[in-house]
């Protein structure tokens, strides 16, 4: 006597959603490394510190202002003057009323000109203001 095969037939593996996942988490790594790019991409070597300098959280909209070696200030990948930054960071205030700024001051750099910096930025009415450090490389 014969009987009927009842197993059901092999599933075919679907192919398409799994290259869209692929493509959508490519795309989102691509566009965060991008990002995250923006503010190692000069040559700063911020001062080092024992404390405070654990990795924060980037704050949401934040902006980065680079003052190199040489006391350029550079927002956003444009070298600016301290009357375009003034300019740039009192637009930003009248639209967000706690914008965040992170100075990441060269460690060559003279004080006086992270004051000249600061005191831009509470000019533009900006005092949500932190400053990036690192950790000192471990002793051998």
């Known amino acids: 006597m014969k009987f009927a095969n009842r197993q059901p037939p092999p599933i075919a593996m679907q ?16 566009i965060s490394w991008q ?6 991409e000069l040559k700063v070597s911020v001062p ?15 902006i980065i202002v680079n003052v190199l070696s040489d006391n350029s200030i550079r927002v956003e990948g444009l ?10 960071l009192a637009a930003i205030a009248k639209q967000f009323e706690n914008q965040p700024v992170r100075i990441r001051g060269d460690g060559k750099v003279a004080y006086q000109r992270i004051v000249e910096v600061i005191d831009t930025c509470q000019k533009a009415g900006i005092w949500n203001i932190s400053f990036a450090t690192q950790r000192p490389a471990p002793e051998k």
């Open 15 to 30: 192919l398409a959603p799994m290259i869209d996942i692929l493509l959508l988490l490519l795309s989102f790594f691509i």
């Open 35 to 40: 990002f995250s790019k923006s503010e190692t």
């Open 48 to 62: 080092t510190a024992q404390e405070g300098a654990e990795p924060e959280e980037r704050q949401r909209g934040e």
């Open 79 to 88: 070298t600016v003057d301290l009357d375009q930054l003034f300019t740039k």
